[in-house]
């Protein structure tokens, strides 16, 4: 068959490319830009802020971290504090491994010696609460004592004429118009009220103790070097319904007294102020015998 003899296709398929390229597709239309937002009257529009995301946020607020001096030093304090719990559970843990694994012979050993430990701390507390009960008491003494003595002090010191007294007791007074009355007669007043259980004496200003002494003056009295002058007036502390009776006695004091024509007169009162006083006087020779 000739070329000419070939049909019109197959001339057509021979004169046609294999692959025919393939059209490039129109490129879609651009998007119309938005209009900007018009803002208020005189102002420009404003652009649009670029949008974060939450996680971006959360990455933000974590890092870089931000740690204060507060939060430092409550992190070192949890620290320790658990370092010390891990210690202590640790060694805990050893002691009962360790006690775990001994022997019986070994465990009844060690309750032995908490045993005695036991013991000697109890006998230990209760030395110490003895000792504690003696000082107590011994302070309580040592207190007693020092009140003792400060109260016999003082009881010293009304009888030896250095602190002054008050008390109930009686006034005696004596008129010696004619100056009959004498240093004797005076003296045995001193000792009859003494007798009667006088505590405190004094006689016109001048304190009458266990040394005193009485001397005639002229027509007037001296007591321990001290002139003193009629009217003659005592007082005395004491129980008044023992002393007034003592000087009232047959023959006694006040009877002497008005037959040398004295005037005597007696009181009795419940608050009685002895106030004058006397120089301690340092013995010479004699010294306490107590050691």
Same mark, same amino acid.
């Not at 009844?108 to 507390?125: A, G």
């Not at 002497?256 to 004295?262: D, F």
């Given at each position: ?72 030093? +409550? ?86 004429? *250095? /602190? ?8 005696? *007074? ?5 100056? *009959? /009355? ?81 005037? +005597? ?27």
């Amino acid at each position: 068959m000739s070329d000419q003899d070939e049909q019109p296709e197959n001339r057509l398929r021979k004169e046609l490319p294999d692959e025919v390229p393939a059209r490039p597709a129109p490129a879609p239309a651009p998007a119309p830009a938005p209009e900007p937002v018009p803002g208020p009257e005189g102002t420009a529009p404003e652009s649009a802020a670029p949008q974060v995301t939450g996680r971006q946020r959360l990455i933000d607020g974590l890092w870089p971290p931000r740690v204060t001096r507060a939060q430092l030093i +409550v992190a070192l304090l949890l620290f320790g504090l658990g370092f010390g719990l891990a210690v202590q559970v640790a060694s805990n843990s050893d002691s009962d491994s360790a006690l775990r694994g001994a022997r019986q012979e070994d465990l009844v050993r060690i309750l032995d010696e908490l045993d005695d430990r036991t013991q000697r701390l109890e006998d230990e507390k209760q030395g110490l609460e003895k000792q504690r009960q003696e000082l107590q008491s011994s302070s309580d003494q040592a207190a007693e004592a020092r009140r003792q003595t400060a109260e016999k002090a003082k009881q010293l010191g009304v009888l030896a004429g *250095t /602190v002054a007294a008050r008390g109930p007791g009686i006034t005696m *007074t004596i008129e010696d118009t004619k100056g *009959t /009355v004498k240093s004797d007669m005076l003296l045995d007043a001193i000792q009859e009220l003494r007798a009667a259980g006088a505590e405190a004496i004094q006689v016109n200003g001048a304190r009458v103790v266990a040394s005193s002494y009485f001397t005639d003056s002229g027509k007037s009295v001296s007591v321990d070097g001290n002139k003193i002058n009629a009217p003659y007036r005592f007082l005395v502390i004491g129980k008044p319904q023992d002393l007034e009776p003592a000087l009232n006695i047959p023959g006694g004091v006040v009877q002497t007294l008005e037959k040398e024509q004295a005037t +005597v007169t007696v009181e009795q009162s419940d608050k009685i102020v002895v106030d004058a006083l006397r120089q301690a006087k340092q013995p010479d020779y004699a010294r306490s015998s107590s050691q």
